[in-house]
């Protein structure tokens, strides 16, 4: 098992490197960029993501002398001070050159400073970790916390009046997306039309530092419950039917009926003898659905709720062209997404011994 664990962490290297020189190709065409938005913002024609140049992309562009040419609105502007922007930025250099200085830094978590916050990138990544955090872990252990059991529940009732009136709420659910969710929950409960019962923004309250324990948890799960709840109530329906359908499966083969046979109780043959078995594909769904809500799922909720998370970073980065907090948030992201994945092969082991990973290929 050790030898695939290392297998599995060595083969992240050669992964995560083809995701960044991917990406990072991909930006060298893409329109407008740091210097470009200086340059917009200097002519008070920044047009935020919407600015782009005409004649080729900066970021791969060398200092050739024709400004005019190679950045829009640059007309007019000393070519001294395009080349100081430029090197100010980094751009100075080939992009192959910026790209394995990039990944040497990479390796050691230096991600450099913000173009536009002039604040350390990883500093800024710790600040707007923990919401997305919450509102990811949250979401996920909540919706497996409902799915699983109901899932159980429709199996073990299936075709009855329960299984197709549950069907019917779930889909429905699954159906809107969880942004109107919030805006619904916005107008009921934070002082729309109907009630004041729960805070409009933030994850913590202006006095949280003041509070005691019970307070501040309190105040979170205060804060937390809204945001959660609207990113739930559409989460579990692909969960909760990947449950009831894995059980069908397991409950009409030959093992579950000699169980049976042998006097077993009900309870017994499902949760001694089938939700091993069951549970198994219901695992593997588990890092898809908190990287899912930890990386993108969360970004309108965030914005709706004003919760200043990871997700609201990467977009405004986006759109400002900040792109040591891109690169930084994509590093930190694919970094991410592969560890948990190696975390839920090993809780395959753990749920069935069965498996022995000394024998499997990565």
Same mark, same amino acid.
């Given at each position: ?11 992240? *290297?050669?992964?995560?490197?083809? *995701? ?79 790209? @394995? ?14 173009? @536009? ?10 600040? &707007? ?16 916390? *409902? ?28 159906? *809107? ?30 006095? @949280? ?6 307070? &501040? ?146």
């Amino acid at each position: 098992m050790f030898a695939y664990i290392a297998r599995r962490l060595l083969l992240m *290297i050669p992964t995560i490197f083809g *995701i960044l020189l991917i990406s990072f190709v991909i930006v060298q065409f893409a329109p407008g960029g740091p210097v470009e938005r200086i340059l917009a913002q200097l002519q008070g024609t920044d047009t935020g993501a919407t600015a782009h140049f005409g004649g080729g992309g900066e970021i791969g562009a060398g200092n050739t002398g024709d400004f005019g040419s190679k950045y829009r609105g640059a007309q007019g502007l000393d070519p001294k001070f395009i080349a100081e922007l430029e090197k100010q930025f980094g751009f100075d250099k080939p992009a192959y050159e910026r790209f @394995f200085l990039m990944i040497k830094n990479y390796a050691t978590f230096q991600f450099g400073r913000s173009y @536009f916050r002039d604040v350390p990138v990883l500093q800024l990544i710790k600040e &707007k970790l923990p919401v997305s955090i919450s509102l990811g872990l949250w979401m996920t252990l909540l919706s497996y916390a *409902i799915s699983i059991p109901l899932g159980i529940k429709k199996a073990v009732s299936d075709g009855s009046r329960f299984d197709i009136w549950t069907s019917a709420v779930i889909i429905t659910g699954y159906a *809107i997306p969880s942004f109107l969710f919030a805006i619904l929950l916005i107008v009921l409960f934070c002082g729309g039309s109907f009630w004041q019962i729960f805070p409009l923004r933030g994850l913590t309250s202006e006095n @949280f530092d003041q509070l005691s324990l019970p307070g &501040k948890v309190a105040d979170y799960l205060w804060h937390i419950t809204l945001p959660v709840t609207s990113m739930t109530l559409g989460a579990f329906a692909t969960s909760t039917f990947l449950t009831k359908n894995s059980f069908l499966d397991e409950i009409r083969k030959q093992y579950v009926l000699t169980a049976r046979m042998k006097g077993l109780s009900e309870r017994r043959v499902l949760y001694g003898h089938v939700f091993r078995n069951a549970m198994m594909i219901v695992v593997a769904g588990f890092p898809g659905a908190f990287i899912a809500a930890f990386l993108g799922g969360s970004l309108l909720i965030e914005t709706i709720f004003s919760l200043d998370g990871l997700g609201l970073l990467s977009f405004e980065s986006i759109v400002n062209r900040d792109y040591p907090v891109v690169f930084a948030n994509l590093y930190i992201m694919a970094l991410l997404g592969l560890v948990v994945n190696l975390l839920a092969d090993l809780t395959y082991m753990w749920i069935d011994p069965r498996i022995d990973f000394s024998t499997r290929e990565v």
